[in-house]
């Protein structure tokens, strides 16, 4: 039987090595998968596909084994790894998906986003985004030394946190007329996004919403074959 399986929001870090030995395990039992695909914020952070810290050369040995498997590999960039790029993904044998993307996922028209542009009622956010997903703002930025591209990495971390302090949860939510507008506009049935850590199958007048969950206190998924379409996890230890 034909099985894909969808993840985001993994946030791996150097600190929380759990989560990272949580993606390990959740790859050695999902081999039989056509294909996997990762809808953004794989990494916490992501200063360019030139970084060769432990966590970035630990994932990428986990995925190319994983694609030496069998099963194929997308990677979509979220909001906190927006930098991750084709050299990355040509390193573990990936292919690397913009954002939107759509597929026929059994027969099904089915859009693919990371989730963060959904949140349009996040105005603040929204204008970050904008400037972040620009390709000449992020080539200037990547042009500057890999020490110097962590270190905004981390501001931008800090600074993302104290603003989510403050912010309510409606304000960090999807908004209901987006997420019809880019159904209808992608002529798409089915649409399965991340980024609000809110896992859950929602009804819209135009189809069915999967939301991924983040791998916090568990390693969230959704697995889809012909027959039926299931959000599970994975207790991380």
């Not at 959904?118 to 620009?134: K, P, S, V």
Request: contains cysteine; glycine residues 8%; proline residues 4%.
């Amino acid at each position: 039987m034909s099985s894909t399986c969808f993840i985001s929001d993994l946030h791996l870090d150097s600190a929380r090595p759990a989560v990272t030995r949580a993606l390990a395990e959740f790859l050695s039992r999902h081999t039989h998968c056509t294909a996997l695909y990762i809808l953004g914020d794989l990494f916490e952070a992501w200063p360019g596909d030139d970084d060769d810290s432990a966590i970035a050369t630990e994932a990428s040995a986990l995925l190319r084994d994983y694609r030496s498997s069998g099963p194929r590999v997308y990677i979509m960039g979220g909001n906190r790894d927006f930098l991750l790029g084709t050299r990355f993904c040509d390193t573990v044998g990936a292919t690397l998906l913009p954002d939107p993307s759509v597929i026929l996922l059994h027969g099904r028209r089915t859009l693919l986003m990371h989730g963060d542009s959904l949140c349009t009622g996040d105005l603040q956010y929204q204008q970050f985004r904008r400037t972040a997903r620009d390709r000449d703002w992020q080539e200037r930025l990547l042009a500057r030394p890999l020490a110097e591209r962590r270190g905004l990495a981390a501001e931008l971390r800090a600074m993302s946190a104290e603003a989510t302090s403050l912010k309510s949860d409606d304000i960090m939510d999807v908004t209901p007329a987006e997420v019809g507008r880019v159904m209808r506009y992608h002529g798409a049935g089915q649409l399965i996004h991340g980024h609000t850590h809110r896992p859950a199958r929602h009804e819209h007048p135009e189809g069915v919403r999967w939301v991924l969950g983040a791998w916090e206190d568990e390693a969230r998924y959704l697995e889809s074959t012909d027959e039926e379409s299931l959000l599970l996890s994975l207790s991380i230890g």
